[in-house]
């Protein structure tokens, strides 16, 4: 079973704060996937990165695939109430047509 | 484009009564897929089809069953619900050919008594 760990969990946080979290794994995925899911709403796509080392931006946030592309972390620079929410990683890999999801972080931000 | 829509958004069933919960996308997506989340345990995969006229069993298709009726349309069925099913439940869809990424639906939220 090819798992993904994200940590930390939860996280609170004040506005205007820095953040980082992480999606860990002992497997090499083709690609990974973040998403946010608000709450009673379902996972809305954030990012995909494909390229080991490769690096993305959507506005403040910031998105790193490690270099053996078994592992991602997301960043959020001076984060926003509206950043609320639960931040998932998927990876894909291969032919295969199903997505590995990890548990998701649970990020509060404080006005 | 409404992307991924689901049916209905609440549901409240007693311990075995049956229903099946509906899911549609107009992406001309090749995949589709039904899961449920619970707290603590993250989205855990029911069942998916990889293409229309397929299916296939994820990680807990124990007390459910699916239909692919069409390439747009995939449903889930729940034959005689039982209180462990009580949770919310999402559809998604992936156009396949080498993409990864998936889309999501609103979700359905079923309590089961």
């Known amino acids: 079973t090819q798992l993904l760990e994200q940590s930390p969990q939860f996280l609170s946080i004040q506005e205007g704060e820095n953040l980082t979290v992480y999606c860990n794994s002992s497997?090499?995925?083709?690609?990974l996937q973040w998403y946010r899911q608000e709450p009673g709403e379902g996972p809305v796509l954030l990012v995909t990165?494909?390229?080991?080392?490769e690096v993305k931006k959507l506005k403040r946030l910031t998105f790193q695939f490690g270099d053996a592309r078994k592992d991602s972390s997301l960043h959020i620079t001076a984060a926003q109430p509206g950043d609320t929410g639960l931040y998932l990683c998927a990876g894909g890999r291969g032919s295969n047509y199903k997505l590995t999801f990890g548990k998701g972080t649970l990020l509060t931000v404080n006005p | 484009n409404a992307g991924v829509t689901q049916t209905p958004k609440f549901q409240v069933l007693k311990t075995g009564q049956s229903m099946t919960l509906q899911c549609a996308q107009d992406m001309n997506h090749n995949s589709m897929y039904w899961y449920r989340q619970d707290p603590g345990m993250g989205l855990r995969l029911i069942y998916y089809s990889a293409s229309e006229g397929t299916t296939d069993k994820g990680e807990v298709p124990n007390g459910y069953n699916v239909s692919r009726l069409n390439k747009r349309e995939f449903s889930l069925r729940l034959e005689s619900a039982a209180p462990s099913q009580t949770s919310v439940y999402f559809c998604?869809?992936?156009?396949?050919?080498?993409?990864?990424?998936?889309?999501f639906g609103p979700g359905t939220r079923l309590t089961v008594t």
């Open positions: 990165v494909v390229t080991g080392g």
């Open positions: 497997s090499v995925f083709s690609s």
């Open positions: 998604a869809s992936r156009l396949g050919q080498g993409l990864y990424e998936q889309y």
